[in-house]
């Protein structure tokens, strides 16, 4: 039978491939409905409370997920026995992610919105395998991948001293009345 209920999230896949944003996902949406100390250890929830997360839990997981862990009743022992067998997933994925990092070239994209796309996936699949992923990271990984005849522009915008966007793109100018006006440089 199908579930009739709409999942708030994608389900669990068998092979765990989704794991991650899986489990943000549902600590997130556990949290949300008051639920979140169920998954902590040394939790002291009710009963209710209790039922109330593995039904939600049970019913974001994979058919075959749930037939596994059918006698399973407390939802902390559901999620810890889910997190050792897919949390070694992040030593697979990181080093995958960090290679994509690695050899991901703004040249290789038709658009800067497909760059802009594969720059936030990828970060964000750092940021659940525990990198720190911050701004000045991202805006080295795209000055390091201009074409090399825009190296000109690669080292004016990387000049010590320059503003933070959107203050880098405007300058401020007296006229000839003495009024300041304000003038956007197009980049």
């Known amino acids: 039978m199908s579930n009739l209920s709409k999942l708030e999230f994608v389900a669990l896949d068998i092979s765990g491939k989704n794991y991650l944003s899986w489990v943000l996902d549902a600590a997130i949406h556990l949290a949300a409905k008051g639920l979140g100390n169920t998954i902590t250890q040394g939790n002291e929830a009710s009963s209710q409370d209790k039922a109330k997360a593995m039904i939600f839990l049970r019913h974001h997981l994979d058919e075959g997920l749930k037939v596994e862990y059918l006698t399973v009743k407390d939802p902390l022992e559901l ?99 003495g009024k300041n006006r304000i003038i956007i440089m197009a980049i």
């Open 79 to 177: 999620w810890t026995g889910l997190k050792e067998r897919y949390d070694h997933l992040k030593a697979t994925v990181l080093p995958r992610t960090r290679y994509e990092w690695m050899h991901l070239r703004l040249q290789d994209f038709k658009t800067v919105s497909e760059y802009n796309s594969a720059v936030f996936r990828i970060t964000s699949q750092l940021k659940l395998c525990g990198e720190v992923m911050n701004d000045e990271d991202l805006l080295e990984k795209t000055l390091t991948t201009f074409h090399a005849s825009n190296m000109v522009l690669q080292q004016q915008y990387r000049e010590k001293g320059s503003a933070p966007l959107p203050e880098a793109n405007m300058a401020a100018r007296r006229d000839k009345s």
